[in-house]
Protein backbone atom coordinates (compact mmCIF):
# COMPACT_ATOMS: atom_id res chain seq x y z
CA UNK A 1 0.00 0.00 0.00
CA UNK A 2 1.30 3.52 -0.95
CA UNK A 3 1.84 6.08 1.81
CA UNK A 4 -0.27 9.62 2.06
CA UNK A 5 1.32 13.09 0.74
CA UNK A 6 0.10 15.56 3.53
CA UNK A 7 1.43 19.31 2.66
CA UNK A 8 1.70 22.46 4.85
CA UNK A 9 0.87 26.04 3.72
CA UNK A 10 0.91 29.52 4.62
CA UNK A 11 2.21 32.92 4.97
CA UNK A 12 4.92 34.05 6.99
CA UNK A 13 4.27 33.68 10.87
CA UNK A 14 1.09 31.40 10.44
CA UNK A 15 2.80 29.37 13.09
CA UNK A 16 3.92 26.57 10.46
CA UNK A 17 6.89 24.90 12.83
CA UNK A 18 5.12 24.40 15.81
CA UNK A 19 2.43 22.98 13.52
CA UNK A 20 3.85 20.85 11.97
CA UNK A 21 5.27 18.94 15.03
CA UNK A 22 2.23 18.41 16.56
CA UNK A 23 0.71 17.15 12.74
CA UNK A 24 4.36 14.54 13.04
CA UNK A 25 3.43 13.49 17.00
CA UNK A 26 -0.29 12.84 15.95
CA UNK A 27 0.70 11.02 12.66
CA UNK A 28 3.08 8.78 13.83
CA UNK A 29 0.18 8.34 17.01
CA UNK A 30 -1.62 6.45 14.78
CA UNK A 31 1.67 3.85 13.66
CA UNK A 32 2.61 5.21 10.51
CA UNK A 33 5.93 6.14 9.21
CA UNK A 34 6.76 9.02 8.89
CA UNK A 35 8.98 11.40 6.90
CA UNK A 36 8.99 15.23 7.32
CA UNK A 37 10.43 17.33 4.83
CA UNK A 38 10.22 21.04 2.96
CA UNK A 39 10.35 23.20 0.07
CA UNK A 40 12.61 24.78 -1.42
CA UNK A 41 14.68 21.95 0.34
CA UNK A 42 14.54 18.49 1.06
CA UNK A 43 17.66 17.03 -0.50
CA UNK A 44 20.88 18.51 -0.67
CA UNK A 45 21.00 19.95 -4.39
CA UNK A 46 17.04 21.48 -3.21
CA UNK A 47 18.85 23.00 -0.18
CA UNK A 48 21.52 24.23 -2.29
CA UNK A 49 19.15 25.84 -4.27
CA UNK A 50 17.05 27.19 -1.33
CA UNK A 51 20.29 29.05 -0.22
CA UNK A 52 20.11 31.15 -3.86
CA UNK A 53 16.46 31.53 -3.55
CA UNK A 54 16.01 32.90 -0.19
CA UNK A 55 19.69 34.86 -0.26
CA UNK A 56 18.85 39.00 0.06
CA UNK A 57 21.94 39.24 -2.33
CA UNK A 58 19.50 38.01 -4.97
CA UNK A 59 16.78 40.83 -4.43
CA UNK A 60 15.31 41.26 -7.86
CA UNK A 61 15.90 37.88 -9.00
CA UNK A 62 14.00 37.42 -12.39
CA UNK A 63 10.45 35.76 -11.60
CA UNK A 64 11.22 33.36 -14.01
CA UNK A 65 14.47 32.39 -12.95
CA UNK A 66 12.82 32.17 -9.23
CA UNK A 67 9.88 29.98 -10.47
CA UNK A 68 12.26 27.45 -12.74
CA UNK A 69 14.44 27.31 -9.54
CA UNK A 70 11.40 26.02 -7.18
CA UNK A 71 10.67 23.41 -9.87
CA UNK A 72 13.88 22.31 -10.30
CA UNK A 73 14.50 21.67 -6.28
CA UNK A 74 10.90 19.98 -6.31
CA UNK A 75 12.27 17.66 -9.40
CA UNK A 76 14.74 16.42 -7.18
CA UNK A 77 12.67 16.51 -3.90
CA UNK A 78 10.39 13.95 -5.69
CA UNK A 79 12.72 11.72 -7.06
CA UNK A 80 15.04 11.43 -4.77
CA UNK A 81 12.69 11.51 -1.58
CA UNK A 82 8.77 12.10 -1.73
CA UNK A 83 7.64 9.60 -4.15
CA UNK A 84 10.38 6.54 -3.23
CA UNK A 85 8.83 7.11 0.21
CA UNK A 86 5.50 6.88 -0.75
CA UNK A 87 5.87 3.76 -2.48
CA UNK A 88 7.50 2.34 -0.16
CA UNK A 89 4.17 2.71 2.43
CA UNK A 90 5.18 5.80 4.68
CA UNK A 91 4.16 8.95 4.83
CA UNK A 92 5.04 12.48 4.10
CA UNK A 93 4.78 15.40 5.56
CA UNK A 94 5.82 18.48 3.79
CA UNK A 95 6.24 22.35 4.75
CA UNK A 96 4.62 24.00 1.20
CA UNK A 97 4.84 22.19 -2.04
CA UNK A 98 3.20 23.58 -5.57
CA UNK A 99 0.43 25.51 -3.96
CA UNK A 100 3.40 28.13 -2.32
CA UNK A 101 4.27 28.55 -6.30
CA UNK A 102 1.25 28.94 -7.09
CA UNK A 103 0.52 31.35 -4.00
CA UNK A 104 3.74 33.15 -4.20
CA UNK A 105 5.15 33.09 -7.58
CA UNK A 106 1.59 33.59 -9.55
CA UNK A 107 -0.50 35.29 -6.73
CA UNK A 108 2.87 37.38 -4.82
CA UNK A 109 4.51 37.79 -8.15
CA UNK A 110 1.98 38.03 -10.29
CA UNK A 111 3.15 35.14 -13.41
CA UNK A 112 0.77 33.57 -15.24
CA UNK A 113 -0.66 30.58 -13.47
CA UNK A 114 -1.32 28.76 -16.97
CA UNK A 115 2.87 28.76 -16.79
CA UNK A 116 2.90 27.75 -13.50
CA UNK A 117 0.08 24.95 -14.34
CA UNK A 118 2.51 23.79 -17.68
CA UNK A 119 5.53 23.19 -15.45
CA UNK A 120 3.27 21.36 -12.40
CA UNK A 121 2.62 19.09 -15.62
CA UNK A 122 5.90 18.78 -16.47
CA UNK A 123 7.46 17.60 -13.29
CA UNK A 124 4.39 15.91 -11.08
CA UNK A 125 2.07 14.62 -13.97
CA UNK A 126 -0.65 14.25 -12.19
CA UNK A 127 0.85 13.90 -9.07
CA UNK A 128 -0.80 15.80 -6.17
CA UNK A 129 -0.87 16.14 -2.32
CA UNK A 130 -3.64 13.65 -0.42
CA UNK A 131 -4.17 16.47 1.95
CA UNK A 132 -2.94 20.28 2.07
CA UNK A 133 -3.69 22.23 5.52
CA UNK A 134 -3.48 25.77 4.78
CA UNK A 135 -2.81 27.70 8.29
CA UNK A 136 -4.67 30.96 7.78
CA UNK A 137 -4.00 34.16 9.39
CA UNK A 138 -4.49 37.30 8.44
CA UNK A 139 -1.02 39.50 7.10
CA UNK A 140 -1.01 41.95 10.16
CA UNK A 141 -0.91 38.94 12.20
CA UNK A 142 1.61 36.31 10.70
CA UNK A 143 3.93 39.40 9.66
CA UNK A 144 3.74 40.40 13.36
CA UNK A 145 4.98 37.18 14.38
CA UNK A 146 7.51 36.86 11.25
CA UNK A 147 9.16 39.88 12.47
CA UNK A 148 10.22 38.97 15.78
CA UNK A 149 12.53 36.84 14.29
CA UNK A 150 16.38 36.74 13.03
CA UNK A 151 17.43 38.47 9.99
CA UNK A 152 14.42 38.56 7.07
CA UNK A 153 15.75 36.51 3.93
CA UNK A 154 14.47 37.54 0.36
CA UNK A 155 10.64 36.86 0.63
CA UNK A 156 10.05 38.65 3.97
CA UNK A 157 11.47 41.27 2.84
CA UNK A 158 8.58 41.54 0.58
CA UNK A 159 5.95 44.53 1.56
CA UNK A 160 2.30 43.78 2.68
CA UNK A 161 0.37 43.91 -0.12
CA UNK A 162 2.44 40.92 -1.42
CA UNK A 163 1.56 38.48 1.16
CA UNK A 164 -1.71 40.06 0.89
CA UNK A 165 -1.89 38.62 -3.26
CA UNK A 166 -0.03 35.43 -1.79
CA UNK A 167 -2.90 35.11 1.09
CA UNK A 168 -5.97 35.69 -1.88
CA UNK A 169 -4.04 33.15 -4.22
CA UNK A 170 -4.10 30.52 -1.05
CA UNK A 171 -7.96 31.05 -0.39
CA UNK A 172 -8.76 30.68 -4.08
CA UNK A 173 -6.98 27.64 -4.77
CA UNK A 174 -8.32 26.25 -1.23
CA UNK A 175 -12.10 26.80 -2.41
CA UNK A 176 -11.58 25.69 -6.02
CA UNK A 177 -9.40 22.40 -4.71
CA UNK A 178 -12.01 21.45 -1.64
CA UNK A 179 -11.21 17.90 -1.99
CA UNK A 180 -7.76 18.23 -0.79
CA UNK A 181 -7.25 21.50 1.30
CA UNK A 182 -9.00 22.29 4.88
CA UNK A 183 -7.99 25.62 5.70
CA UNK A 184 -7.26 25.88 9.52
CA UNK A 185 -7.36 29.07 11.36
CA UNK A 186 -4.44 30.09 12.79
CA UNK A 187 -4.83 33.15 14.26
CA UNK A 188 -7.09 31.25 17.16
CA UNK A 189 -5.14 30.01 20.58
CA UNK A 190 -2.86 27.01 19.56
CA UNK A 191 -5.54 24.58 21.84
CA UNK A 192 -7.94 25.28 19.49
CA UNK A 193 -5.55 25.31 16.07
CA UNK A 194 -4.54 21.53 17.51
CA UNK A 195 -8.24 20.37 17.68
CA UNK A 196 -8.63 21.81 13.99
CA UNK A 197 -5.64 19.59 13.12
CA UNK A 198 -7.12 16.59 15.26
CA UNK A 199 -10.44 16.75 13.13
CA UNK A 200 -8.87 17.06 9.67
CA UNK A 201 -6.15 14.01 10.55
CA UNK A 202 -8.59 11.70 11.66
CA UNK A 203 -10.53 12.02 8.49
CA UNK A 204 -7.04 10.79 6.75
CA UNK A 205 -5.82 8.60 9.25
P1 LIG B 1 9.82 28.78 4.46
O1 LIG B 1 10.64 29.87 5.03
O2 LIG B 1 8.42 28.78 4.89
O3 LIG B 1 10.48 27.45 4.59
O4 LIG B 1 9.74 29.02 2.86
C1 LIG B 1 10.71 29.70 2.21
C2 LIG B 1 10.13 30.76 1.34
O5 LIG B 1 9.98 30.27 0.01
C3 LIG B 1 8.77 31.30 1.77
O6 LIG B 1 8.87 32.70 1.87
C4 LIG B 1 7.86 30.94 0.62
C5 LIG B 1 8.79 30.73 -0.54
N1 LIG B 1 8.33 29.77 -1.55
C6 LIG B 1 7.92 30.22 -2.78
O7 LIG B 1 7.93 31.41 -3.04
N2 LIG B 1 7.51 29.31 -3.72
C7 LIG B 1 7.50 27.96 -3.49
O8 LIG B 1 7.12 27.17 -4.37
C8 LIG B 1 7.94 27.50 -2.18
C9 LIG B 1 7.95 26.04 -1.90
C10 LIG B 1 8.34 28.43 -1.25
Not at 34 to 40: I, K
Not at 83 to 104: H, M, N, Q, S
Not at 164 to 190: C, F, G, K, W
Amino acid sequence: MTGKFITVEGIEGVGKTTNMEYLQQLIMAAGKELVVTREPGGTPLGEAIRTLLLDPAYKGMDPDCELQLMFAARAEHLDKVIKPTIEAGRWVLCDRFTDATYAYQGGGRGLDMEKIAILEQLVQGDFRPDLTLLLDVPVEVGLARAGNRSAPDRFEQEQVEFFERVRRAYLEMAATHNDRYRVIDASQPLENVQRQLDTVIKTIL
